[in-house]
């Protein structure tokens, strides 16, 4: 049997439908904030809980600090912090800070708060309590 907390650190309460949406709208966001599009690898070995917490499809999650994403085809690495809104059934998995590296230089940085992309996926009246909006 895997040893799932050395893979997956903090994030090992995720499911395996949780942790695939989670990493799915979390590359969506990125390719959209490099306008590029990668395949990422994700290492939650590292992540660290930063904050709030749920409960989503097969699994729990907190926002999480530590998250490390590789392309190797591209040199590119990343790593962040995700936060998350849950409100019924709308979930949004996106990066609240985020720092992208491409053959050693930085390429990317996005402080912390919602980025325009990710604001735009989050129905109007759920919006009220995000934190200022970061325009990338």
């Known amino acids: 049997?895997?040893?799932?907390?050395?893979?997956?650190?903090?994030?090992?309460?995720?499911?395996?439908?949780?942790?695939?949406?989670?990493?799915i709208q979390l590359a969506d966001e990125l390719n959209s904030l490099l306008a590029m599009s990668f395949k990422y690898d994700f290492d939650w070995s590292e992540s660290c809980i930063e904050g709030h917490d749920g409960m989503f499809l097969d699994g729990s999650l907190e926002n999480y600090s530590g998250i490390i994403l590789i392309d190797k085809q591209a040199s590119i690495k990343a790593d962040g912090w995700m936060d998350f809104i849950q409100e019924g059934?709308?979930?949004?998995?996106?990066?609240?800070?985020?720092?992208?590296?491409?053959?050693?230089?930085e390429l990317f940085s996005k402080d912390f708060g919602i980025s325009s992309f990710a604001l735009a996926?989050?129905?109007?009246?759920?919006?009220?309590?995000?934190?200022?909006?970061?325009?990338?």
């Open 1 to 23: 049997m895997e040893d799932n907390w050395s893979k997956y650190g903090f994030s090992s309460t995720m499911g395996p439908k949780l942790r695939e949406l989670v990493q």
């Open 89 to 105: 059934d709308f979930f949004l998995a996106y990066w609240d800070q985020i720092t992208v590296w491409q053959n050693d230089r």
């Open 121 to 136: 996926l989050v129905p109007e009246e759920l919006r009220w309590h995000l934190k200022e909006v970061k325009k990338y």
